[in-house]
DNA sequence: CAATCATGGATAGCGACACTATCCAACGCT
DNA sequence: AGCGTTGGATAGTGTCGCTATCCATGATTG
């Protein structure tokens, strides 16, 4: 298939396959001639992989193209490929500077990763991005006078650990490493908006069974103010 | 405290204090006289609040401006200014169309919140951010070829759902209405960093304990690959 | 075989966003 | 009165993800 069709097939704009293109993305068509190239269903798929994860995962061109280059790294094995990917998703702004707050945080992460549940989770070293991302996002909540101890963090590493036992159950799904290292990419970064949104219709939910159903108008709390 | 008092405690420069000041994220100091204004703690806790959702929870200014104004409306009550706020949180790009994904995601979505679980879940109408984004989410999934059924979201509804449990018991520990909100909104957005990065831990703790920890340099999997 | 259209590579431009740098008149301290 | 500080306004900056234009080549068709 030619670039104008893969860009029907994809709905997106022949211009953005070409910046792709450019940037890496998606690797170059079969060329046929010096000028045309040919385009097959791996490049239809891989191309909505990349939007999903630029559209939908927020996952910045720079680091999308690390995570898909990681995927078909053929130098590496199937579990490093698959470290490689993830290591390369996005990951907050890292606070700069090793503050009081930082620093009580660290600890605090490193008390609960120090559990018998995370039995190997510090062997990737402390600067993992997600550590960091850890560490950066409860110093911001220290920062701002929310404690954040390792009994509050509790449920939500419980949380985690589930979920991390339910994605894996749906890479094993797939057979070939090729399937589960997309699929462990591709899941890894679209069932967070799944999960995120779930939890914010939880929260209405649970917040509804508390503060009571009260005839205060909570029902159409919010109704009108959406932007778009 | 003047406006360079503030930049220095809460390591904002003045440029962007003044930015924030003008695009109403931080509410306007006690003018003391024509060209000069004083600031307070309140000052100085908003705009840590301001840094936070657009630093960690990447919130954009608009929907920042949006939560905050919500939050301090007076002319809502207690519960409505919550539920404004939480509706103007980020929420992914909305795939405009309504292809045959997207309708087949709704109807998934719409058959698990219909579970006794999520009682009141469907009250909100359909066209929460959250709704949205969980159905833009699933949509895209199927598009990818990833099968989105409801069994296959159900583990990450209950975990949403304790996620919820959770953040409300952390949400119910202050006392006065205006800390609690100021804690939802705060919680909402700082722990979902928390949730990732401890899900990602997690599937990395997993996915060892599955495809085994081999000699083949599973433990090393893609270090040195990191970005900063 | 010539006219015409499509392809795809290169380059430059755009619009949104989150700042940031520069001015400048009013303050206010000494 | 002198002079640095303050804070409001305005315009500029850098990044990011595209997008529009140009153009040589190549395919297609009468």
């Known amino acids: 298939m030619r670039l104008a069709e893969l860009s029907t097939r994809s709905g997106v704009s022949t211009a953005t396959i070409k910046y792709y293109l450019r940037e890496g993305l998606l690797p170059p068509g079969h060329r046929v001639t010096a000028t045309q190239a040919e385009y097959d269903e791996t490049h239809l798929r891989r191309l909505r992989l990349v939007r999903a994860l630029i559209q939908v995962g927020r996952v910045p061109i720079a680091s999308a193209r690390e995570v898909l280059t990681a995927l078909e790294d053929d130098t590496l094995d199937h579990n490093s490929r698959l470290g490689t990917a993830v290591w390369a998703l996005p990951h907050g702004p890292e606070s700069a500077e090793e503050d009081a707050d930082t620093q009580t945080a660290r600890h605090t992460v490193d008390t609960l990763l120090d559990q018998p549940d995370w039995e190997h989770a510090r062997e990737y070293g402390d600067d993992s991005p997600a550590y960091r991302m850890l560490v950066t996002a409860v110093g911001t909540l220290s920062r ?16 985690g650990r589930q ?6 159950d749906l890479i094993e799904r797939y057979e070939s490493p090729d399937e589960q290292l997309q699929a462990a990419v591709a899941l890894t970064v679209l069932y967070e908006p799944v999960l995120l949104a779930l939890r914010r219709i939880a929260q209405a939910e649970e917040s509804n069974r508390r503060f009571g159903r009260g005839d205060s108008g909570q029902d159409d709390s919010g109704r009108g103010t959406e932007e778009e």
């Open 144 to 159: 701002l006078g929310y404690p954040c101890a390792v009994e509050d963090l509790a449920p939500y590493a419980r949380a």
């Open 163 to 168: 979920l991390a036992v339910a994605d894996l």
